[in-house]
């Protein structure tokens, strides 16, 4: 773990990061983090060496959860840039989150609201990705940076074994425990986009399969950044498994 040169403390603000290419996460995140302006907090580096691919994301970054010691963990890819105001205006964004709500569950940089629409502020290889007003209530967030609360008691479910869609997952347990997530205007730099691949579609199935009992409190439509996931019926997925089954034979 690597913190600020300031007083002797706790850190108030742990970045976790799970890595699969340090020269990347050296790049990006340790550089950026070494030029934030911020003398007022402290904050560490927890990254987690997946480099031989012996983690899940959710295994990992419950991992660096556990040896985070900040009051406020940001989970981020590898391969994100942060601005050097980012930490001030982290704190800033945060109280006007809680003008609205004092129990907030997962923060966030992107995401969609339960009526669909994209809401957050980053730039990525695409361009940048701006939908005011924020913050907003949202019903999913992107994975590439979010933040919780330590004590929100809140970690990832190791039932999601790639590395998509557990982000989702946990805003929706985060909704289920009462705590609302959000948008915020706290823009970062993302150096790649986001595409699905055949372990985003069984992570989804796996979603389905978790949330079908509970789609009264989520809703049956799950809006992300990376697509919209409906909440079918154990039945309906059987018949959506003989016909996709069947068209692969044709």
């Given at each position: 773990?690597?913190?600020?040169?300031?007083?002797?403390?706790?850190?108030?603000?742990?970045?976790?990061?799970?890595?699969?290419?340090?020269q990347?996460?050296?790049?990006?995140?340790?550089?950026?983090?070494?030029?934030?302006?911020?003398?007022?907090?402290?904050?560490?580096?927890?990254?987690?060496?997946?480099?031989?691919?012996?983690?899940?994301?959710?295994?990992?970054?419950?991992?660096?959860?556990?040896?985070?010691?900040g009051?406020?963990?940001?989970?981020?890819?590898?391969?994100?840039?942060?601005?050097?105001?980012w930490?001030?205006?982290?704190?800033?964004?945060?109280?006007d989150?809680?003008?609205?709500?004092?129990f907030?569950?997962?923060?966030?940089?992107?995401?969609?609201?339960?009526d669909?629409?994209?809401?957050?502020?980053v730039?990525?290889?695409?361009?940048?990705?701006?939908?005011?007003?924020?913050?907003r209530?949202?019903?999913?967030?992107?994975e590439?940076?979010?933040?919780?609360?330590?004590?929100?008691?809140?970690h990832?479910d190791?039932?999601?074994?790639?590395?998509?869609?557990?982000?989702?997952?946990?805003?929706?347990?985060?909704?289920?425990?009462?705590?609302?997530?959000?948008?915020?205007?706290?823009?970062?730099?993302?150096?790649?986009?986001?595409?699905?691949?055949?372990?985003?579609?069984?992570?989804?199935?796996?979603?389905?399969?978790?949330?079908?009992?509970?789609?009264r409190?989520?809703?049956?439509?799950?809006?992300?950044?990376?697509?919209?996931?409906?909440?079918?019926?154990?039945?309906?997925?059987?018949?959506?498994?003989?016909?996709?089954?069947?068209?692969?034979?044709?």
């Amino acid at each position: 773990m690597t913190g600020t040169k300031c007083k002797p403390e706790f850190p108030e603000v742990s970045f976790v990061t799970c890595i699969s290419d340090w020269q990347m996460y050296k790049h990006c995140v340790v550089t950026s983090l070494g030029q934030m302006h911020s003398p007022e907090l402290i904050f560490e580096r927890v990254p987690i060496d997946n480099s031989d691919n012996q983690f899940s994301a959710s295994q990992a970054l419950n991992l660096g959860l556990e040896q985070s010691s900040g009051t406020l963990i940001v989970f981020c890819h590898q391969d994100v840039v942060f601005p050097p105001d980012w930490l001030s205006r982290l704190l800033a964004q945060i109280k006007d989150v809680e003008h609205q709500v004092a129990f907030w569950g997962v923060i966030g940089l992107a995401g969609r609201c339960v009526d669909g629409s994209r809401s957050g502020h980053v730039v990525d290889p695409r361009g940048e990705f701006f939908h005011p007003p924020l913050p907003r209530q949202v019903q999913t967030l992107d994975e590439l940076c979010i933040i919780i609360r330590k004590k929100s008691g809140l970690h990832f479910d190791e039932y999601f074994d790639h590395f998509h869609l557990y982000v989702t997952d946990l805003c929706l347990m985060a909704a289920c425990k009462g705590m609302p997530c959000f948008t915020i205007d706290c823009c970062l730099e993302h150096l790649s986009g986001g595409k699905k691949c055949e372990g985003w579609r069984l992570q989804k199935e796996k979603l389905i399969k978790k949330w079908w009992p509970n789609r009264r409190i989520v809703g049956e439509k799950i809006y992300t950044t990376s697509g919209t996931i409906r909440l079918h019926s154990p039945l309906a997925r059987v018949i959506r498994s003989i016909r996709d089954l069947s068209l692969n034979k044709t």
